[in-house]
């Protein structure tokens, strides 16, 4: 195993550590009746027009979020509002609404979404599929690409601050994973991970996890 494997794995089991606790120190502050409220009619309003009738999006390019961890929604409301997502996506369509929505709002979002059943598997490509499975579950060690399984979970159900990848759109997938491979979304880990991807392996990621 290479010295930047080794270093790569030594940060994502830091960050699991850290995402171990965050459920609990979130729970100290529930949301009030008034915030849930507020956060359901902007589901079933501003929220459905792009995310779709309870979190399924139909639109390729839009994330589904029904069934989403909790915390990641949570995390990255919060990065929108404070505009630390510079992404284009986010700068166009996200800071402006984030940015109307307090502490409470944006938890009681975050608890609406991830109590919705998320969004089924869409069969594709059996070959990209297959391909994208085995990169999932074994990542490549030669190219310091751990399993993507170490963070978003066996079953690509993820946990914490680390999202559901499953059922989601491969579209919007492929296009995140070349935003972050690029640094045009900010996060240095998933940076390690995607920068020596080729873009027919993003292809075949996300075929996979839009198919589980």
């Known amino acids: 195993m290479n010295l930047a494997f080794q270093s790569l794995k030594t940060v994502l089991g830091a960050l699991l550590l850290t995402a ?3 459920p609990q120190a979130g729970a100290q502050t529930a949301p009030d009746q008034n915030s849930r409220e507020a956060a359901r009619r902007l589901a079933k309003g501003m929220c459905m027009s792009c995310h779709g009738e309870d979190g399924v999006s139909s639109k390729p390019l839009v994330p589904r979020i029904a069934g989403q961890q909790r ?5 990255q409301l919060k990065a929108f509002r404070r505009q630390n997502r510079a992404d284009p996506e986010a700068h166009d369509y ?3 609404i984030a940015a ?13 979404y991830s109590k919705l059943p998320p969004a089924k ?8 599929i297959a391909e994208g499975k085995t990169l999932f579950e074994r990542g490549h060690d030669d190219r310091g690409v751990p399993a993507c399984t170490v963070c978003h979970g066996d079953n690509a159900e993820g946990h914490s601050v680390f999202p559901r990848l499953a059922g989601q ?3 919007y997938l492929a296009r995140q994973m070349q935003l972050l491979r690029s640094r045009l979304r900010d996060s240095p880990v998933m940076h390690g991970v995607t920068k020596d991807l080729a873009d027919e392996e993003i292809r075949a990621l996300a075929m996979y996890l839009q198919a589980r």
Do not use: C, F, K, R
């Not at 598997?121 to 990209?128: K, M, T």
């Open 169 to 171: 759109h491969g579209q």
């Open 71 to 75: 915390a990641y929604l949570e995390a």
């Open 121 to 128: 598997g869409e069969p594709g490509d059996a070959a990209l």
């Open 100 to 112: 109307t929505l307090d502490d409470n709002v944006v938890a009681s979002l975050a608890d609406y």
């Open 20 to 22: 171990a606790v965050l």
């Open 94 to 96: 996200m800071w402006g």
